[in-house]
């Protein structure tokens, strides 16, 4: 976010305080980062456009219960990461749930575009994809959400660290703990 929205300047307390103004204002000039914030993570144009709306209405809808003990950023980011959260636990949902019906497998790797692979490419591919998701999987839920958020999402760190609320050299040491705990994993899962 690019403007402090701290103090006078804080959309919430001012909409419980009856001013909508700042909130309004806030709205305006942020929704582009909120915007990037999701694409970044992976959503896509029109699914990212739902979870902004989300967010807002989420804030707006909290402002009679909330209280400014700290950077509105930071709030406001930790609301947008919840809706993300929130959403991809609903799309986990309704694919476990689309995948049992079909009796499907489980999910590959995206393939190259314009190529098909081989059955043993395949095979290869989902062995592998799915061994480091289930070590993912057994990561402790603050290992693997700064990992996720750090490597697999991309997200620069600082922003990381501002969405988790802990410091930047604590997200440091919970990705590269997690990486390493990884590839212990994963040398055990292939008997090396």
Avoid at 28 to 49: D, T, V
Wanted: glycine residues 8%; without cysteine.
């Amino acid at each position: 976010m690019r403007e402090r929205w701290d103090g006078e300047r804080d959309p919430l307390a001012a909409l419980a305080a009856g001013r909508p103004e700042p909130f309004e204002e806030f709205v305006a000039a942020e929704a582009g980062s909120l915007l990037g914030f999701f694409r970044r993570l992976g959503a896509g144009p029109g699914e990212a456009e739902d979870l902004v709306q989300e967010t807002v209405l989420k804030l707006f809808k909290g402002a009679q219960n909330y209280q400014p003990n700290g950077r509105f950023e930071a709030y406001a980011f930790r609301a947008a990461r919840n809706v993300w959260i929130d959403s991809r636990r609903r799309a986990a949902v309704r694919e476990r749930t689309a995948s049992e019906s079909e009796d499907a497998g489980p999910m590959l790797v995206e393939d190259v575009p314009g190529r098909e692979p081989e059955p043993f490419e395949e095979m290869q591919l989902e062995e592998r994809s799915e061994l480091l998701y289930s070590a993912v999987r057994r990561l402790d839920a603050l290992h693997r959400e700064a990992f996720e958020l750090g490597v697999m999402q991309g997200l620069p760190y600082v922003e990381v660290s501002e969405l988790l609320g802990v410091p930047i050299g604590t997200v440091k040491s919970r990705v590269y703990n997690a990486v390493q705990r990884l590839r212990e994993d994963l040398r055990r899962e292939r008997g090396l």
